[in-house]
């Protein structure tokens, strides 16, 4: 399964982006998704995570309210991020989770298949 992260970019606090992953894998709508990121010397973290069928999601705690993961029918998970801050700075990573259990697994030793990252900067 191969999943392409982009709409990576610089942002001042405060503004926004909208990421995406895409993948042409036709099995996408079985799979858990999540969003995980890493900052520089840093390790990976949770994000996000959103079931297969989109009914359930989780947060982490610092960007519950700012940020909000979605997913259509097809092949696409999207993360929206708003009210960036410095602190959000990180390489933003997709990841699959074909076990597709529930709550959502925000252990990224448990996801299956990753993408390759898109920066994302904030300048305070």
């Known amino acids: 399964v191969q999943l392409q992260a982009s709409g990576g970019g610089l942002v001042q606090a405060g503004g926004s982006l909208r990421l995406s992953c895409t993948t042409s894998?036709?099995?996408?709508?079985?799979?858990?998704m999540g969003w995980f990121r890493q900052a520089p010397g840093k390790e990976r973290e949770f994000v996000a995570a959103?079931?297969?069928?989109?009914?359930?999601k989780s947060y982490a705690d610092d960007v519950k309210g700012r940020f909000t993961i979605s997913r259509n029918s097809y092949s696409n998970v999207f993360l929206q991020m708003t009210s960036l801050k410095f602190e959000d700075t990180a390489v933003y990573y997709c990841?699959?989770?074909?076990?597709?259990?529930?709550?959502?697994?925000?252990?990224?030793?448990?996801?299956?298949?990753w993408g390759q990252g898109t920066l994302v900067t904030v300048s305070s």
């Open positions: 894998e036709r099995t996408f709508r079985l799979f858990n």
């Open positions: 959103i079931s297969r069928g989109g009914g359930t």
């Open positions: 990841a699959a989770d074909r076990s597709a259990t529930t709550p959502l697994d925000r252990d990224a030793t448990n996801y299956d298949f």
